[in-house]
């Protein structure tokens, strides 16, 4: 790329990282969307709605193309395709979370459209749009200053809501019916965090690309929550998780040639890997002890 | 599994032969703390029950029987107001339902919890405390901590705190919910089916838990069952729920063979065990009746 190449002095390495703004951008961007979908990610794992953030995401694709078809910036487009996604989803649904069974054909069906629609006006644009891996598969090119500010804005929102409706979400979650006797107003809850998801999709989408959000938004919390079951510790390691794997991920990227939506997601998925292969070592350890 | 429930262990006094109308012992004099009048409940346009008669005062036990579908766990529902009343009056610690919650402890049917689950035991109990309100409370306070500690303490779960909920057996899980119900001191404990899927010996011990709660904190308690025999020992009295009609009264009274033939229209035996189970007999449904097939859970880790 445009630098020099990686040595083994991180100052150098730093210097060099930091030296044209776009870099600078890209950092600041990936630390605010680390964070964002950490948080809210971690309620979606809490809540098993990974599939609610997939569609979700793909909504995005065609949002964020038709937007530059258009002659809008692409942020738009995912932000409105993925809140009005998110309204229709809490508008239609039934049940409880992770209850997706019935409508899962449903959801497939508006899935492969959204795709097919994207595709299209990708094909339609003919201009100077980066290119569908761009939406599909991230970039941490080109970001400027008003978008930075834009996902701390929109994130600082997202997180906010949470944090109001953290507590009776995560009873909603774990015990729908108990919170409904105590007066939680489960549906109105569930939509509000509906369109917090999609603020978190929208956000992940513009670093990982709309088919890699799960890097950040479902990999670390899972790996955090697999960890410990405590709530605000689980919570936090998902967020440092995505960080860390924002941040060295964007910094392999830039040092090699390697995309950073595969760097990123594949370092999410090592820590995922080794904190399951601990457990399943520790677990088949004691029940060679209890073998005995 | 509800055989006991398609039997049809059925309750009724001589005086409620006619709607159910029950004078409630009312030990303290106090007020009660569930009043029905004449309440009838429909789903979907078709009556559930009605003219359900009952008054229910502190400190008392009562066991709700009937077969599948009768309307048991819709009963605690009206009475939570997540289900409103076709005809007649419902008031609950005084007031219409679902106004004063706070003093109800519930307990749904019998949850599932994923093993993966992120949830310990102290933090089950900690939704009955304050999981309705709005903010994230990143730390404990003293007196949260305090209040945690005493109703771990109360069901003998203090060793549970740490664990994964979806880890523990369902005798652990149920201890926990029940620590859950009565983390704000409620006035009334609605169980419905707490001891479905227990052991038998988790089922007395369970059973025997909700009692002692019940008469030392002068709580009520509801409490659906599809086997009368675990709370047998402590009820003061059943409530029947059957082909739409309610009947209250004592066990002992009710639980015989002529009434529970007169009820169904066919001959019915009711037996006494050595240990004082009863056993109804006869009842078209009830092929046989195996306590011991009930789903062991698994032992605690």
Known sequence: MLADGFTWDLGSDLHQLFQFHFMVNAYRAGTVVAVVAGLIGWFLVLRRQSFVGHTLAIIAFPGASG??????????GYFGFCVAGALVIGAVRRGRPGEFSEESAVVGTVQAFALACG????????????????????????ITD?????????????????????RPLRFASIDPDVAAARGVPVRVVSTVFLVVVALAVAETSQITGALLVFSLLVVPPATAQAITARPVLSAALAVAQALLATWVGLAISYFTDYPSGFTITTLAFAAYLLVHGARWMATGRHRLRLAR | MSESERRGLRTVTPADETGGASSAPSPLGADPVVELEAAGVELGGRPVWSDLTLTVAPGEFLAVLGPNGAGKSTLLKTLLGLIPTASGRVRVAGRRPGVGNRDIGYLPQRRS???????????????????????????STGPVRDRLEQLLELVGATDLAGRRIGQLSGGEQQRLLIAQALA???RLLLLDEPLDSLDLANQA??????????????IAVLIVAHDVNPVLPYVDRVLYLAGGRALVGAPEVVISGPTLSALYGTPIEVLRTSDGRLVVVGHPEAASYHPQLHPHEAPAG
């Open chain 2, 184 to 186: 704000r001191e409620p």
């Open chain 1, 146 to 166: 008003a978008q930075v500010r834009t996902l701390l804005a929109v994130g600082l929102g997202a997180l906010i809501a949470l944090a109001v409706i953290a």
């Open chain 1, 67 to 76: 937007a530059v078809l258009i002659g809008i910036s692409a942020a738009w």
């Open chain 2, 113 to 139: 919890f994923d093993p993966s689950l992120p949830v310990r035991g102290i933090d089950v109990v900690r939704l009955g405390l304050d999981g309705d309100r709005w903010g994230v409370p990143l730390r």
């Open chain 1, 119 to 142: 595709f299209l006006f990708v094909t339609l644009y003919h201009g100077l749009l980066e290119d569908v891996n761009t939406l599909l598969f991230g970039s941490f090119l080109g």
């Open chain 2, 205 to 218: 011990a369970v059973a025997a838990l909700i009692a002692d709660i019940s008469d030392t904190e002068q």
